[in-house]
């Protein structure tokens, strides 16, 4: 697939069949992506793939920590609390395409907690990524961190695996730590789900929109 079509054919799928990925197949994906570039070749990406019974478990006592405990939902580390325009436009326009082919009427909290809460199954994929960072690293590394990420969706694609990155994984990261084991110098970052898309699901025609480069991009000497 030329990098054009797989960029073009990438979408963050959040529902998918429940057929299985080899180890191959994911081993494959990883070596690929691994060829992304970082800041003077750092390398500091680390990813825990689940699958099978520990993926299962992980869902199952990140759902039940959910429900039990959602006070103490802290995010790993900070993330910024106030939005300011254009972001916040672009967040509500995805929200209200996403939910409204979801069939969840605005104002019903109960049914977007339910939603929200899929991102701890992957979105029923079969595997599941969690990436982590040394906490000793500084920005540019979490750069280096989205350059790998983004390098193994288009790796997926190109093998016709589909993919969702999984911010939601920030959250309840003590039940991920304790059990994959992760070591407490290392951030717990985001999550990935990864497999195969379920083509009937009506959530997955969602297109996000794209902002065309004349929003977004500045020349300067041309």
Request: proline share 5%; hydrophobic share 45%; aromatic share 10%.
């Amino acid at each position: 697939m030329h990098i054009d079509d797989a960029l073009k054919a990438r979408r963050s799928v959040r529902a998918f069949k429940r057929d299985p990925l080899s180890r191959e197949l994911v081993e494959e994906i990883l070596t690929t992506a691994a060829l992304a570039p970082s800041n003077t070749n750092v390398q500091p990406w680390q990813v825990h793939v689940v699958a099978g019974e520990v993926r299962d478990q992980l869902e199952r006592e990140v759902l039940a920590y959910r429900e039990t405990e959602p006070a103490d939902a802290a995010a790993e580390f900070p993330r910024a609390n106030k939005r300011k325009e254009p972001y916040v436009s672009r967040m509500r326009t995805l929200g209200k395409a996403m939910y409204g082919l979801l069939e969840i009427p605005k104002g019903d909290a109960a049914a977007g907690w339910r939603q929200w809460g899929r991102n701890y199954s992957f979105f029923d994929a079969p595997v599941g990524l969690i990436f982590t960072i040394d906490k000793e690293l500084d920005q540019i590394n979490w750069v280096d961190l989205g350059l790998f990420a983004m390098a193994i969706m288009l790796a997926a694609k190109a093998r016709g695996v589909d993919t969702c990155a999984l911010g939601a994984w920030n959250n309840y990261w003590t039940v991920t730590r304790r059990i994959l084991d992760v070591p407490e110098d290392r951030y717990i970052v985001f999550g990935m789900a990864m497999g195969y898309a379920d083509e009937t699901a009506a959530v997955n025609t969602l297109v996000a929109e794209r902002e065309p480069h004349e929003v977004f991009a500045t020349f300067h000497g041309f």
